[in-house]
Structures are given as C-alpha cells and as structure tokens.
C-alpha cells in the first residue's frame, strides 16, 4: 500500500537537498558555495487509525496524515470523511404516513 492519505490525497514527493560550504560574506567568508545537489522524498506522516463516527454508530478504518487527523479533530469525523468521500453521507429516515 502507497503512503497516501485518503484524506488530503496527499503522497510522497520529491525533492532536493544542496549542500554548501564556505563562510557567509556577512561573517567575514567569501561566501557560500554550492558543493553538491542530491535528489531526496518528502514522506507524508500516515497513520492506519479507527475512527469513531457517532452518526453511522461505527468505527471506520482510514490511512490518515498527521494534518487530516488534526483537521478531523478540529471539524468532526463525519463531515471531513464525507467531504474526502471516505464515507457515504447518511440519509433521513422518511416518516411513514
């Protein structure tokens, strides 16, 4: 299974890291040189959660982010699960007339 967060859909990206040597002209150097770029991933932090959804009566089992679980905390489960489309909306039980 892929480090995707079903909520925000996000994923592993890439990316680079330089590296530098040298003193800073502000300190007195020549200044800073470039002495290499390597290619490097920026991982998503996933975590495999149950989740409890008062509405349905059930716990649902996601792969979250570590930001989707605070955005749940911040704005409930159901909505942001619905939103995502993790979960179907519940519907109105009709009245029997």
Do not use: D, H
Request: net charge positive; proline share 3%.
């Amino acid at each position: 299974m892929s480090r995707v967060c079903e909520v925000t859909k996000r994923g592993t990206q890439s990316g680079g890291s330089i590296a530098r040597r040298g003193l800073p002209k502000k300190k007195g150097g020549v200044g800073l040189n470039i002495t290499g770029r390597s290619k490097r991933k920026f991982k998503v932090n996933t975590q495999k959660k149950r989740i409890w959804v008062p509405e349905l009566g059930e716990f649902v089992k996601v792969r979250l982010s570590t930001r989707a679980l605070k955005t749940i905390t911040k704005r409930g489960a159901y909505s942001v699960l619905v939103e995502a489309g993790v979960i179907k909306p519940v519907r109105a039980k009709r009245k029997a007339s």
